[in-house]
């Protein structure tokens, strides 16, 4: 039961900070992910936890589904928020005119 309420919003994303939660998913992911963050302040709350989600929508999506020996996850702060890149080394497959990917 832990384990799926911090699912649905990680303690450690409250308790110190998208920086530290992305270090924890990317060190539970199935391949190897370099993680780069440049963040001068941590994001409000929301911001932080739309990026989390994102990247690890992300990063199941790439374990599960285009065949990737590695990956980086980017994150940075901007003027307006922030700018979050995952790129990965795999085949790829989706097919925006169809609506995935």
């Known amino acids: 039961m832990r384990d799926l309420a ?5 303690a450690i994303l409250s308790e110190a900070g998208l920086e530290a939660a992305l270090e924890s ?3 539970r992911s ?3 992910v370099r993680l780069e963050v440049d963040l001068p302040q941590e994001p ?8 989390y989600f994102a990247v ?13 020996s ?12 922030l700018r979050v890149v995952v790129v990965d080394d795999g085949v ?5 005119a169809e609506g995935s990917g």
């Open 6 to 10: 911090r699912g649905i919003h990680p």
């Open 70 to 81: 590695d990956a980086v996850v980017s994150v940075e702060a901007t003027p307006s928020g």
């Open 25 to 27: 998913l990317v060190g």
């Open 92 to 96: 790829g497959g989706a097919v925006a």
């Open 56 to 68: 690890s929508e992300a990063l199941t999506n790439v374990a599960k589904h285009v065949h990737a």
């Open 30 to 32: 199935t391949l190897p």
């Open 44 to 51: 409000p709350a929301p911001v932080a936890a739309a990026a």
